[in-house]
């Protein structure tokens, strides 16, 4: 068939590389429309009208009394406060408080008392004018224009001043007809689309799939996969990776990010949850809203892991299909190519990229715009390659890695644009569209948010942080090469080899012309480029790296191919190159095996540097050996062995080290939760292995001789008041240098000893066990015991209980806590029990003291905290417990006050508390009222699982009337 003249043809066309002419293109004024169109619907989109939510909270609820009660409002100070208070409240012989927000300093509060009604807060001090008559009432009202105090007399005191904070209501007045408060919160999160921003975004979306069709992106007939002969390699990748999927380690931000995301299921406001006064992570709230809808299936760990394993396989395929297809062509078919980057990415992605945190989803989308940019060579490849960098960015800061790879194609895509314009104005339409698919990514961040969030989320974040400048950058690396968690050899591994081969490829690959040499080169620019743009990432944590994960293994796999690829006269120059990665290698392996909440795993290597069947792995003569049979190897055109040796290494140490932990220690076991949940048994997770240890009875001493408490610190009572409930009985061996009294310890030199009287032991059943309350410290010289006797009078043997004392205490500040026997451990035949204690130690923690005995009864936890809902988890446990479904909700800017809270282990993270930076729960720590029950799991009461606080049941919780109102309102409106 004869070609095609194109002159005298009037509608251009298109010109594939290869010669081949394609369906004429469309009239460019068509791709203006549609790319302006698409363009100007996203920039609208922010500043959309949208209805807001605010919600009024009344109290006391109607026709209930007045009681005190929790109301947690976040941020603290509501938009308005009005409180009218009865004239007959005001008037009161003993000082009193008619009402306050919070505590002193807090909030507001309003006393009464012989000189008359005061108002306090913040720096405002105002008195409340009384009057006569039943009908009489002060009403006190706060709001943008200051403060408006109308006392009983008619009189209007006004004073600039801001609201008030809010973290409940309070009152010492019996349930008195009159009082009440009513506060109005509003913020800019609580959102919902109008009809109007629907249909902008209706236009936005359908402005880019018509802009990728007119840039030549069409539905192709799938072609007939091809058998791969390296089928096995990508088994074996996908089978590590499922089984990563069960054993595998928590992410540090696992049970902050289910949380949030269970919480956007709930309320459909997408809030931090935790902390800064609940405002969103916008604009990086897509992979929230991914997780959301899992969320609602299940709460399953291993459920919640499939993203991040399919993201983790997607990765693999578009790494050797795409970017060594396009780096290595031939060469990536080769069996060794394809093993040594598998064995390269399992080792940089599985120590950071197993959970529900996001930088596997950029990963993936970082790999895949380098993969498309690469080998775009029509307007459609750079099309696609813009609409992944789009979709990409509203997953997390450190989407800015995109940067990296499209600034090195960047000539490359606009060359291919610029051959297939046919005019200066096709040229111009065709960057147009391509903005118009940009700009899906702001249309994926306002869809449901608009600027002012945007403006005020960013404030709260940059106010509250953590906000660190580009050029602390230096800490990121600090933390990688820190010897917590965030500095595990598996983690440092990938990014230190990468520095390593830096200059290696610099050496053996700049001036080259080869095809391995010239993807080298620009693999080693998009590194190098991807460092500078950490850089703005405003947060400087190592686990940030797994968003490079594929990356770094590509520049490591052709890093590889390039040394093997020397000629014979450049062997030296490759054998001395070894010295780098052999440094990097030893360097990292200096790190701990650690990882984060080591309590649902025990590895090995948790506080010390890795060293299988004895080798020292962080001694550099181990390397150096590696290095010198590098160097033989290099004359056999074998590839960099000590890249490889160092990768496989640390992959059979992370899967080793996870299948024997459950060996080690089969409760709280992940693994073991995953695995169970697979057979359908024991589904609760965590859950599943702690008991709660309720306290009963105190025993009653045999002689019934009276006692005086004493020995503890003056600063640190018991928890119950000394003579009294659990602590009727105190012992200690404390002394007050200031305090001549005889306190009955005889010691010298600030050592004691301590020998109770006996008490009456009950029989005791399965599920029972004695208990004390300790402080100061049972080792190390110090030591307490339980002594057991029979009718006769006779020691039948002592039991030490396990002690687990906090880290970090201070001493100044000493706890108290619960520590005890089970009923089997007691000897047969005892009927009494007494308690024998050993201070031997003179340093500030050389003293005890101790309870007197009492029962004890282990109640399984799911089992404890029915008819305690909803159940704060704190956020390093969020993920660990599947089955407690009712969590707080936190929306428009009112939180539910918990039943229950299940704490971290020590030491405790409370940022949900924390008022310094916006914490959610920070009025948990004013008017909580929450008290610490013990806890251990099972068959491991040394080991720190976390803790369980329980609200006081009389105590009353969101006692108050909430309605809402909506209206519409501007997206650039600001509260």
Same mark, same amino acid.
């Given at each position: 068939?004869?070609?095609?003249?194109?002159?005298?043809?009037?509608?251009?066309?298109?010109?594939?590389?290869?010669?081949?002419?394609?369906?004429?293109?469309?009239?460019?004024?068509?791709?203006?429309?549609?790319?302006?169109?698409?363009?100007?619907?996203?920039?609208?989109?922010?500043?959309?009208?949208?209805?807001?939510?605010?919600?009024?909270?009344?109290?006391?609820?109607?026709?209930?009394?007045?009681?005190?009660?929790?109301?947690?409002?976040?941020?603290?100070?509501?938009?308005?406060?009005?409180?009218?208070?009865?004239?007959?409240?005001?008037?009161?012989?003993?000082?009193?408080?008619?009402?306050?927000?919070?505590?002193?300093?807090?909030?507001?509060?309003?006393?009464?008392?012989?000189?008359?009604?005061?108002?306090?807060?913040?720096?405002?001090?105002?008195?409340?004018?009384?009057?006569?008559?039943?009908?009489?009432?002060?009403?006190?009202?706060?709001?943008?224009?200051?403060?408006?105090?109308?006392?009983?007399?008619?009189?209007?005191?006004?004073?600039?001043?801001?609201?008030?904070?809010?973290?409940?209501?309070?009152?010492?007045?019996?349930?008195?007809?009159?009082?009440?408060?009513?506060?109005?919160?509003?913020?800019?999160?609580?959102?919902?689309?109008?009809?109007?921003?629907?249909?902008?975004?209706?236009?936005?979306?359908?402005?880019?799939?018509?802009?990728?069709?007119?840039?030549?992106?069409?539905?192709?007939?799938?072609?007939?996969?091809?058998?791969?002969?390296?089928?096995?390699?990508?088994?074996?990748?996908?089978?590590?990776?499922?089984?990563?999927?069960?054993?595998?380690?928590?992410?540090?931000?696992?049970?902050? /990010?289910?949380?949030?995301?269970?919480?956007?299921?709930?309320?459909?406001?997408?809030?931090?949850?935790?902390?800064?006064?609940?405002?969103?992570?916008?604009?990086?709230?897509?992979?929230?809203?991914?997780?959301?809808?899992?969320?609602?299936?299940?709460?399953?760990?291993?459920?919640?892991?499939?993203?991040?394993?399919? @993201?983790?396989?997607?990765?693999?395929?578009?790494?050797?299909?795409?970017?060594?297809?396009?780096?290595?062509?031939?060469?990536?078919?080769?069996?060794?190519?394809?093993?040594?980057?598998?064995?390269?990415?399992? /080792?940089?992605?599985?120590?950071?990229?197993?959970?529900?945190?996001?930088?596997?989803?950029?990963?993936?989308?970082?790999?895949?715009?380098?993969? @498309?940019?690469?080998?775009?060579?029509?307007?459609?490849?750079?099309?696609?390659?813009?609409?992944?960098?789009?979709?990409?960015?509203?997953?997390?800061?450190?989407?800015?890695?995109?940067?990296?790879?499209?600034?090195?194609?960047?000539?490359?895509?606009?060359?291919?644009?610029?051959?297939?314009?046919?005019?200066?104005?096709?040229?111009?339409?065709?960057?147009?569209?391509?903005?118009?698919?940009?700009?899906?990514?702001?249309?994926?961040?306002?869809?449901?948010?608009?600027?002012?969030?945007?403006?005020?989320?960013?404030?709260?974040?940059?106010?509250?942080?953590?906000?660190?400048?580009?050029?602390?950058?230096?800490?990121?690396?600090?933390?990688?090469?820190?010897?917590?968690?965030?500095?595990?050899?598996?983690?440092?591994?990938?990014?230190?080899?990468?520095?390593?081969?830096?200059?290696?490829?610099?050496?053996?690959?700049?001036?080259?012309?080869?095809?391995?040499?010239?993807?080298?080169?620009?693999?080693?620019?998009?590194?190098?480029?991807?460092?500078?743009?950490?850089?703005?990432?405003?947060?400087?944590?190592?686990?940030?790296?797994?968003?490079?994960?594929?990356?770094?293994?590509?520049?490591?796999?052709?890093?590889?191919?390039?040394?093997?690829?020397?000629?014979?006269?450049?062997?030296?120059?490759?054998?001395?190159?070894?010295?780098?990665?052999?440094?990097?290698?030893?360097?990292?392996?200096?790190?701990?095996?650690?990882?984060?909440?080591?309590?649902?795993?025990?590895?090995?290597?948790?506080?010390?540097?890795?060293?299988?069947?004895?080798?020292?792995?962080?001694?550099?003569?181990?390397?150096?050996?590696?290095?010198?049979?590098?160097?033989?190897?290099?004359?056999?055109?074998?590839?960099?062995?000590?890249?490889?040796?160092?990768?496989?290494?640390?992959?059979?140490?992370?899967?080793?080290?996870?299948?024997?932990?459950?060996?080690?220690?089969?409760?709280?076991?992940?693994?073991?939760?995953?695995?169970?949940?697979?057979?359908?048994?024991?589904?609760?997770?965590?859950?599943?292995?702690?008991?709660?240890?309720?306290?009963?009875?105190?025993?009653?001493?045999?002689?019934?001789?009276?006692?005086?408490?004493?020995?503890?610190?003056?600063?640190?009572?018991?928890?119950?008041?000394?003579?009294?409930?659990?602590?009727?009985?105190?012992?200690?061996?404390?002394?007050?240098?200031?305090?001549?009294?005889?306190?009955?310890?005889?010691?010298?030199?600030?050592?004691?000893?301590?020998?109770?009287?006996?008490?009456?032991?009950?029989?005791?059943?399965?599920?029972?066990?004695?208990?004390?309350?300790?402080?100061?410290?049972?080792?190390?010289?110090?030591?307490?015991?339980?002594?057991?006797?029979?009718?006769?009078?006779?020691?039948?043997?002592?039991?030490?209980?396990?002690?687990?004392?906090?880290?970090?205490?201070?001493?100044?500040?000493?706890?108290?806590?619960?520590?005890?026997?089970?009923?089997?451990?007691?000897?047969?035949?005892?009927?009494?029990?007494?308690?024998?204690?050993?201070?031997?130690?003179?340093?500030?923690?050389?003293?005890?003291?101790?309870?007197?005995?009492?029962?004890?009864?282990?109640?399984?936890?799911?089992?404890?905290?029915?008819?305690?809902?909803?159940?704060?988890?704190?956020?390093?446990?969020?993920?660990?417990?599947?089955?407690?479904?009712?969590?707080?909700?936190?929306?428009?800017?009112?939180?539910?006050?918990?039943?229950?809270?299940?704490?971290?282990?020590?030491?405790?993270?409370?940022?949900?508390?924390?008022?310094?930076?916006?914490?959610?729960?920070?009025?948990?720590?004013?008017?909580?009222?929450?008290?610490?029950?013990?806890?251990?799991?099972?068959?491991?009461?040394?080991?720190?699982?976390?803790?369980?606080?329980?609200?006081?049941?009389?105590?009353?919780?969101?006692?108050?009337?909430?309605?809402?109102?909506?209206?519409?309102?501007?997206?650039?409106?600001?509260?």
């Amino acid at each position: 068939m004869p070609r095609r003249s194109l002159r005298g043809c009037t509608r251009p066309v298109c010109a594939h590389p290869r010669g081949f002419l394609l369906r004429p293109r469309p009239p460019v004024w068509i791709a203006l429309l549609v790319g302006a169109c698409g363009v100007l619907a996203a920039l609208v989109l922010p500043a959309a009208p949208v209805l807001t939510e605010s919600v009024t909270l009344s109290w006391p609820a109607a026709g209930q009394p007045a009681r005190s009660t929790t109301a947690l409002v976040v941020p603290y100070r509501p938009a308005e406060l009005t409180a009218q208070i009865p004239c007959s409240a005001l008037a009161a012989g003993e000082p009193r408080t008619v009402l306050a927000t919070g505590p002193p300093g807090d909030g507001m509060t309003v006393t009464a008392g012989p000189g008359g009604a005061v108002l306090r807060a913040d720096d405002i001090q105002l008195p409340i004018a009384g009057g006569p008559g039943p009908q009489c009432t002060a009403v006190l009202h706060a709001g943008p224009a200051g403060w408006a105090v109308t006392g009983g007399d008619g009189i209007t005191v006004r004073a600039a001043g801001p609201v008030p904070q809010v973290f409940g209501f309070r009152t010492e007045l019996p349930a008195a007809d009159g009082l009440s408060v009513t506060v109005r919160v509003v913020t800019p999160f609580a959102t919902s689309p109008t009809a109007v921003k629907l249909v902008l975004v209706a236009l936005q979306v359908v402005a880019v799939l018509a802009a990728l069709w007119l840039l030549g992106c069409r539905p192709r007939r799938p072609r007939r996969p091809r058998p791969d002969r390296l089928w096995w390699i990508d088994a074996a990748v996908v089978g590590v990776l499922a089984g990563w999927a069960v054993i595998g380690p928590l992410a540090v931000d696992d049970g902050w /990010a289910t949380t949030i995301a269970r919480n956007l299921a709930a309320t459909g406001e997408a809030g931090n949850y935790y902390r800064w006064w609940n405002a969103p992570e916008v604009p990086f709230a897509l992979s929230q809203q991914l997780l959301a809808p899992l969320t609602e299936i299940s709460l399953a760990p291993l459920w919640l892991r499939l993203p991040s394993t399919v @993201l983790a396989v997607a990765t693999w395929f578009v790494l050797t299909r795409g970017v060594l297809a396009a780096a290595l062509p031939g060469a990536a078919r080769l069996p060794w190519v394809r093993g040594t980057a598998a064995v390269l990415l399992l /080792a940089a992605w599985l120590p950071f990229n197993l959970g529900v945190r996001p930088e596997s989803y950029v990963a993936l989308g970082l790999c895949a715009v380098l993969a @498309l940019a690469w080998r775009a060579r029509t307007r459609a490849g750079v099309a696609v390659t813009v609409l992944v960098a789009a979709v990409t960015v509203p997953i997390s800061p450190t989407a800015a890695l995109l940067a990296a790879p499209l600034a090195v194609f960047a000539p490359r895509m606009w060359s291919v644009l610029r051959r297939a314009a046919t005019s200066r104005a096709a040229l111009i339409a065709d960057v147009l569209l391509l903005c118009c698919v940009a700009a899906l990514s702001v249309t994926l961040i306002f869809a449901d948010q608009t600027w002012s969030a945007l403006v005020t989320a960013t404030d709260w974040h940059r106010d509250f942080g953590p906000n660190l400048p580009w050029y602390a950058e230096p800490e990121r690396w600090a933390n990688l090469l820190s010897g917590d968690q965030q500095g595990s050899a598996p983690k440092r591994l990938a990014p230190l080899l990468a520095v390593a081969m830096l200059p290696v490829v610099a050496g053996l690959a700049w001036s080259g012309r080869t095809v391995v040499q010239r993807s080298a080169r620009r693999l080693a620019v998009v590194v190098l480029l991807l460092a500078a743009a950490y850089a703005v990432v405003p947060s400087k944590w190592s686990y940030h790296l797994g968003a490079a994960a594929g990356v770094l293994a590509a520049f490591l796999t052709v890093a590889v191919v390039l040394i093997s690829r020397q000629p014979p006269g450049r062997r030296g120059a490759v054998v001395a190159a070894v010295a780098l990665p052999t440094a990097a290698a030893a360097w990292a392996f200096t790190g701990p095996n650690a990882w984060w909440q080591s309590t649902v795993y025990d590895v090995l290597w948790a506080d010390g540097p890795i060293r299988p069947a004895g080798v020292p792995l962080d001694n550099p003569l181990v390397w150096l050996v590696v290095a010198v049979v590098a160097a033989l190897l290099a004359r056999r055109r074998a590839p960099a062995p000590v890249v490889l040796t160092a990768a496989l290494i640390s992959v059979a140490v992370l899967l080793g080290s996870f299948v024997a932990a459950p060996l080690r220690r089969a409760e709280g076991s992940l693994a073991l939760a995953n695995l169970h949940r697979l057979t359908g048994e024991r589904v609760c997770g965590l859950a599943d292995d702690v008991e709660v240890l309720l306290d009963g009875v105190v025993l009653d001493p045999l002689d019934g001789r009276s006692h005086v408490p004493g020995g503890f610190p003056p600063g640190a009572p018991p928890p119950d008041p000394p003579g009294t409930a659990s602590a009727s009985y105190v012992w200690g061996t404390y002394q007050d240098t200031d305090d001549d009294t005889d306190s009955g310890i005889e010691g010298a030199d600030g050592t004691a000893t301590v020998l109770t009287r006996w008490f009456t032991l009950p029989p005791l059943i399965e599920g029972q066990g004695l208990a004390v309350s300790v402080a100061g410290r049972t080792d190390d010289g110090n030591a307490l015991a339980f002594e057991f006797g029979g009718a006769d009078g006779a020691v039948l043997g002592t039991r030490a209980p396990v002690d687990r004392p906090a880290p970090g205490e201070d001493p100044a500040h000493p706890l108290w806590r619960s520590i005890g026997v089970d009923a089997d451990a007691i000897p047969a035949g005892a009927d009494r029990v007494r308690i024998t204690a050993l201070d031997d130690r003179t340093d500030a923690w050389g003293w005890l003291a101790f309870t007197g005995p009492r029962l004890r009864s282990a109640v399984a936890l799911n089992d404890f905290l029915a008819g305690r809902s909803p159940v704060l988890l704190s956020w390093p446990q969020g993920f660990l417990f599947p089955c407690i479904r009712d969590i707080p909700r936190v929306a428009a800017g009112v939180a539910q006050t918990p039943g229950a809270v299940i704490e971290s282990p020590r030491p405790f993270f409370l940022e949900d508390r924390d008022q310094a930076i916006g914490g959610t729960f920070a009025g948990l720590a004013r008017y909580g009222d929450l008290q610490e029950v013990s806890g251990r799991l099972r068959g491991h009461p040394e080991v720190d699982w976390g803790t369980v606080l329980v609200a006081d049941p009389a105590a009353s919780r969101d006692a108050y009337d909430l309605t809402t109102t909506r209206e519409v309102r501007w997206g650039f409106h600001r509260p």
